[in-house]
Each structure stands twice: as structure tokens, then as C-alpha cells.
């Protein structure tokens, strides 16, 4: 019998820029008005605790509005790719367990580049039998996030061309 079910979150969009130009963005991301300029109705505050914007081995810290909540965590960046992927977890080892990574991908095209975010977590049957729909609440709130993530980047990248 299965305890854990592992829930992936995905979303992409293409936008009309080069993989580069949104990685660039990211190693932009350093401090509250940078993270609240990707989001501004939902990111509050972001700083470096450990190392340089992206790097492998560094910690950031964020805290953002999900489901009309703040949250606050720090990530460890597990991997990266320049121009092509950044993969971070959760600092705690904890929250390791229930959210075990996210991913931000960007995909060349042709004169575009699909930006696609993944999260992924476990949930427990019994946490999904007691949730119910608050937990279907909370994952809809999430996709939307990550969804408005994404076309506020495409408006920002593609402004900038």
C-alpha cells in the first residue's frame, strides 16, 4: 500500500527571447524589488543568505502569498545549467520530504524559448483524506501562481525586446 502520493506541478509558456535572456532575469533576482517586480501581487520579500544569485551550493530566502497566506522559506540551489535549468529544495530536511524539488527550465525554440516551472511534493493518504478540498484549494492556488509567474515573465521579457 502506497502512504505517499507524489503530486507534480508544471507549467510553461513560450516567450519570445533566448534561454540566456531568462536566466539573465533570474541572476537579476536579488533583493524585494526585484522577486516583487516578477509578482507583484503575491511576492513580498527575497534576499542571498549563502552565495551569489543561482549558484550551486547557495541559499535564498523568500517569503510570497499562497492560497491569501504568507509564506516564508528558505531553498538550497541543488543544480544548475546556466541557460537551461536551476533546480532547488526546501533548507529544511523536513520540508525536504514533502516538497522534494522544483525545477525552472528553459527550452530553446526557434527566435523563442519555453520557460517551464515544475514543483514537485508528496502528500500522505491520510492528509488527502482529511484535507479533502482544502487541499485541492491550495494545490489550484499554486498552479495559478506559478501560471501568473510565467506570463509575467513573457510580459517582462518580451517588453524588453
Known amino acids: 500500500m502506497k502512504v505517499f502520493e507524489d503530486v507534480v506541478l508544471t507549467d510553461s509558456i513560450e516567450i519570445r ?3 540566456e535572456k531568462i536566466f539573465e532575469f533570474f541572476r537579476g533576482i536579488v533583493d524585494d524589488e ?7 501581487e503575491d511576492h513580498v520579500s527575497f534576499r542571498w543568505l549563502k552565495g551569489g544569485p543561482w549558484e550551486k551550493g547557495s541559499v535564498g530566502c523568500a517569503e510570497e502569498y ?5 509564506h516564508k522559506g528558505k531553498f538550497l540551489v541543488t543544480d544548475v545549467v546556466p541557460n537551461r535549468r536551476i533546480e532547488f529544495v526546501p533548507l529544511s530536511r523536513v520540508l ?3 516538497f522534494p524539488g522544483n525545477t525552472l527550465e528553459f527550452i530553446p525554440g526557434e527566435g523563442t524559448c519555453t520557460f517551464k516551472a515544475t514543483g514537485h511534493m508528496r502528500v ?3 492528509a488527502k483524506f482529511f484535507a479533502g478540498k482544502h ?8 498552479r495559478k501562481h506559478m501560471k501568473e509567474e510565467g506570463e509575467n515573465l513573457k510580459r517582462i521579457l518580451e517588453k524588453a525586446v
Open 17 to 19: 527571447t533566448t534561454p
Open 34 to 40: 526585484s522577486y516583487r517586480a516578477w509578482h507583484p
Open 66 to 70: 499562497l492560497h491569501g497566506k504568507l
Open 96 to 98: 525536504r520530504f514533502y
Open 124 to 126: 500522505g493518504r491520510l
Open 135 to 142: 487541499l485541492e484549494y491550495g494545490l489550484a492556488s499554486v
